[in-house]
């Protein structure tokens, strides 16, 4: 079985991808990871965010799409439409990763993107059927390992809650056609909402949007009800505003936070290494929750 130190080796190993994994405190992730052991499985459970932390950020040096991109650039989406999602990109997603900004000044304009995109993907008439279609044609993937990451978590009964931003239907597709949508995942997205002809009209409930997971995860607080014999968290996230998306957790215990940090890494490096357990820079693998996943599958 693996001891901490073989862990360390694959947090620390030179030949993981060019990865570099940082860790502000490596004594309180041992311990944090001990507790967890002794705790058991039947403790955990795992919540992740979705487009760029369980997707790839890139490939050979392409960016991948995300969950909103697979939709945008698809055929369903008109030329039109798409430039206008294109010019609400450029002019938000550098205020999303400007590491001048705080969160309260990021917010309102992340609301005001979120919102702008929905209206616009709303006139679209996307009708259900054609999702299928525009994720296979797509270039998304899971990062490499994934096979490992969700089936362990599958074989041993872990829940996992897939937290996103993004869209819901067309991340359960992507989940879906990489054959591991298990019965142990749970997804709080934006989902759409499709008239009796199978055409979208609508998004269901609250906007889910970067910064607003700690909301959404108090208004979920029935999954987390569910869950409340595991109140050791493993979290996965890309932006700081994944932090929050245990907060529904009921008397949690320890909680362990791993981030990507896949853009801008030398600017945005000091915040996360302040608000993440471990950062793994420019990793397109799972090989470090996988090495978790081991350590934590020990007997």
Partial sequence: SPSFSSVIHVFT??????????MRDPQRVEETLRCM????????????????TLTRFARNGKR??????????????????????????DKYYPI????????EEKLPLMVEWWTRAHALIMQQKIRKDQLTLAVQESDAMLREGYQEFFDCLNQ?????????????DVLEEV??????????????????????????????GELIHIYNKREGALLNTGHFEELRSRP??????????????????QEVEKVLKIGFLNDKVDERLPSYLNSYD??????????????????????
């Fill in 13 to 22: 190993r030179d030949d993981m991808c060019n990865t570099s994994v940082r």
């Fill in 37 to 52: 052991q002794k705790a058991g499985l039947n403790t955990l459970q795992v919540i992740s965010d979705f487009d760029m």
């Fill in 64 to 89: 991948c799409p995300t969950s909103h991109n697979i939709l945008e650039i698809s055929k369903m989406i008109s030329s039109e439409c798409k430039e206008k999602l294109k010019d609400l990109l």
């Fill in 96 to 103: 999303e990763i400007d590491s001048s900004k705080t969160i």
């Fill in 156 to 168: 041993h009964s872990v829940p996992l809650l897939i937290f996103s931003a993004g869209l819901g």
């Fill in 175 to 204: 989940v879906r056609q990489a054959g591991v949508f298990h019965p142990n995942v749970k997804v709080i997205s934006n989902f759409m909402d499709f008239d009796e002809t199978g055409v979208m009209t609508s998004f269901k």
């Fill in 232 to 249: 050791n968290v493993l979290l996965l996230g890309d932006s700081l505003g994944d932090l929050t998306m245990a907060d529904g957790v």
């Fill in 278 to 299: 471990i950062v793994l820079l420019k990793d397109e693998t799972m090989e470090v929750p996988n090495a978790i996943l081991d350590f934590l599958v020990a007997d």
